[in-house]
């Protein structure tokens, strides 16, 4: 890879990195407002940015009573960061593929040139990227406008479905996760207003998203050497 190509894969690595550690560390905090009396202990003022910023104590009171014992059940919280997560990810991935150097990575080393896992993997990042780029409510509606040129493009190749699978059959028995990703969609047949969890179920979402950070964990090491953060098993 030249230096262009190089820095567009640390830069897309780092922000998935980041937003993986940022779905773990919040989601365990979310969950564990559920289950502790955080907002006894909330303070007054919590200072920040060198004290010249406060947050406000009685908001921080207000939330987390209102996220106390509701084990479970959806929460704000837990909404905002899987799609924040789900975003930053998509996004960093979306972008780092318009490489061909990386892309080439990703077909070698990820799909062992099967070029339809790996065209039916870009498909299903840019639906997810698109869908998320364009929300910014807790609930995700589809909206056809945001993946129409996508589907044009799928029309142009003759088929509207997208088919993604991986079991890491072919990845080192030490760093393959014990379960299988699978998404199928067809975006000809969505409707204009769909929820996105009807078309991509919250755990195959996450799922995938983890496959994409599973992904640039791996091709760092293949490419560097060097051990990244340790994939989750």
Same mark, same amino acid.
């Given at each position: 890879?030249?230096?262009?190509?190089?820095?567009?894969?640390?830069?897309?690595?780092?922000?998935?990195?980041?937003?993986?550690?940022?779905?773990?560390?919040?989601?365990?905090?979310?969950?564990?407002?559920?289950?502790?009396?955080?907002?006894?202990?909330?303070?007054?003022?919590?200072?920040?940015?060198?004290?010249?910023?406060?947050?406000?104590?009685?908001?921080?009171?207000?939330?987390?009573?209102?996220?106390?014992?509701?084990?479970?059940?959806?929460?704000?919280?837990?909404?905002?960061?899987?799609?924040?997560?789900?975003?930053? %990810?998509?996004?960093? &991935?979306?972008?780092?593929? =318009? *490489?061909? #150097?990386?892309?080439?990575?990703?077909? @070698?080393? $990820?799909?062992?040139?099967?070029?339809?896992?790996?065209?039916?993997?870009?498909?299903?990042?840019?639906?997810?990227?698109?869908?998320?780029?364009?929300? %910014?409510?807790?609930? &995700?509606?589809?909206?056809? =406008? *945001?993946? #129409?040129?996508?589907?044009?493009?799928? @029309?142009? $190749?003759?088929?509207?479905?997208?088919?993604?699978?991986?079991?890491?059959?072919?990845?080192?028995?030490?760093?393959?996760?014990?379960?299988?990703?699978? %998404?199928?969609?067809?975006?000809?047949?969505?409707?204009?207003?769909?929820?996105?969890?009807?078309?991509?179920?919250?755990?195959?979402?996450?799922?995938?998203?983890?496959?994409?950070?599973?992904?640039?964990?791996?091709?760092?090491?293949?490419?560097?050497?060097?051990?990244?953060?340790?994939?989750?098993?």
């Amino acid at each position: 890879m030249n230096q262009d190509s190089i820095k567009a894969f640390q830069d897309a690595y780092e922000v998935a990195v980041m937003n993986f550690n940022f779905l773990h560390l919040g989601i365990f905090y979310a969950e564990l407002s559920k289950r502790e009396k955080l907002f006894e202990k909330a303070p007054s003022i919590i200072r920040i940015s060198s004290g010249k910023y406060t947050l406000r104590g009685d908001l921080l009171r207000e939330k987390l009573n209102a996220c106390y014992g509701r084990v479970g059940q959806p929460d704000f919280f837990s909404n905002l960061i899987i799609t924040n997560a789900v975003r930053g %990810i998509s996004a960093a &991935i979306f972008e780092v593929l =318009k *490489d061909q #150097s990386i892309e080439g990575l990703f077909k @070698r080393n $990820i799909f062992d040139n099967d070029e339809d896992a790996h065209n039916n993997f870009r498909g299903i990042v840019r639906f997810i990227r698109n869908t998320f780029s364009h929300n %910014i409510r807790d609930q &995700i509606e589809i909206r056809q =406008k *945001d993946f #129409s040129r996508h589907l044009n493009d799928l @029309r142009k $190749i003759g088929s509207t479905e997208l088919h993604f699978s991986s079991n890491y059959s072919k990845w080192p028995s030490s760093t393959k996760p014990p379960y299988e990703v699978g %998404i199928i969609v067809n975006l000809g047949a969505i409707k204009d207003g769909s929820l996105y969890t009807d078309v991509i179920s919250e755990y195959q979402t996450l799922l995938f998203i983890e496959f994409c950070y599973n992904c640039m964990v791996r091709l760092k090491e293949d490419q560097t050497g060097e051990s990244g953060p340790s994939i989750n098993l």
